[in-house]
């Protein structure tokens, strides 16, 4: 039972991870395409370079929904309860990124075109920001009675630490996506992408050292691994070499390294999450003992051993799939009379 409920707990961490690594970038080029496109053609450029993938990154946030469901049904009951509301914005960004991506050009008219434009926009800030938000609250914990259910408030999700938490996750997002956008556009588009690449470095070093400092101060417990098994120490250094290399690689003008590294980068702030986190998936603020962990929010062990056998089956195909459309639509975008 602790072997699976491990694997399962590192599981979920791998698929939520994949996702923050595939759908950053676009939502980082949604929350930009407002600010760096000045003009139409290069408005349809940014659509059409994250528009054979947005909708199949999303999949990944699913297939993590799905998992805690059937791995972690206690977890699943308590953070879908709990984050009801926030839940709920985010749905309504998700919708309206897809019906202002798929409507914007039905109708001539500029005034239509910058509507939708605006949708788009709003529809993938909001994600941005409040998944960040999201994880700062389970960092630093939040109400759970005897049942493991939330005793909170949706204001109360919005404290200092987790909004601290989405804002590193936006600039985390922004730098992903204007590297992203700095590969796939002609210039100028793309010089304007990577000189904000470079701004949202320095903010995205800027917030993790406010977000660290205030851990200490909101989320102590999280330090606990650390200081229990030394080697757990690789996880920050490895991903604050990482964070580097990406500012590196953009001085050299490299940025297809330099987006492989702010994946790293996405990694490894995943990673440090997970490591600090362990055993437990939803720490209680106001009682330690109502915490959820791997093992008392785990499913029976013959569930996580069915869904493992599923996972290996359904995975590879998932991994498959996503490698072979991303190497189909490899390189840099040409428009045409059609598409966005």
């Not at 009951?77 to 839940?87: E, R």
């Not at 600039?171 to 701004?199: C, D, N, Q």
Request: aromatic share 14%; proline share 4%; hydrophobic share 55%.
């Amino acid at each position: 039972m602790i072997t699976l409920s491990f694997v399962w707990f590192v599981l979920l961490g791998v698929l939520l991870t994949v996702y923050a690594v595939l759908d950053g970038f676009d939502l980082g080029v949604g929350v930009l395409h407002p600010f760096l496109a000045r003009k139409e053609p290069e408005r349809r450029a940014l659509l059409a370079a994250i528009g054979p993938f947005w909708d199949g990154n999303e999949v990944w946030l699913l297939t993590g929904g799905g998992a805690m469901f059937a791995a972690f049904p206690v977890l699943y009951a308590a953070v879908f309860s709990g984050f009801y509301l926030a839940m709920m914005l985010v749905l309504l960004g998700l919708i309206l990124r897809a019906v202002s991506l798929e409507f914007r050009g039905k109708v001539e008219s500029r005034t239509w075109r910058t509507v939708w434009d605006w949708g788009f926009w709003l529809g993938s800030l909001l994600p941005a920001l409040l998944y960040g938000v999201a994880v700062g609250n389970v960092a630093q914990g939040v109400p759970l009675d005897e049942r493991f259910e939330f005793a909170g408030t949706f204001l109360g999700l919005l404290n200092p630490f987790a909004l601290a938490v989405g804002l590193l996750g936006l600039s985390m997002f922004i730098v992903h996506g204007a590297l992203y956008i700095a590969l796939k556009t002609e210039e100028p588009l793309a010089g304007r992408a990577r000189r904000t690449a470079h701004i949202g470095w320095f903010a995205l070093v800027a917030l993790y050292g406010v977000v660290t400092v205030m851990a200490v101060v909101f989320a102590p417990e999280r330090f606990v691994n650390f200081a229990a098994t030394p080697l757990a120490v690789l996880v920050p250094a490895l991903a604050i070499m990482v964070m580097a290399s990406t500012y590196l690689a953009m001085r050299r003008g490299d940025m297809s390294r330099a987006f492989l590294c702010s994946a790293g980068t996405i990694i490894g702030l995943m990673g440090i999450f997970g490591v600090s986190l362990y055993p437990v998936v939803l720490p209680a603020s106001n009682d330690a003992a109502n915490s959820l962990t791997a093992f008392n929010a785990a499913s029976s062990p013959l569930t996580l051993r069915i869904m493992l056998i599923l996972v290996a089956i359904g995975l590879p195909l998932v991994v498959a799939y996503t490698y072979y459309v991303y190497r189909i639509f490899r390189g840099k975008v040409r428009l045409t009379g059609e598409g966005y």
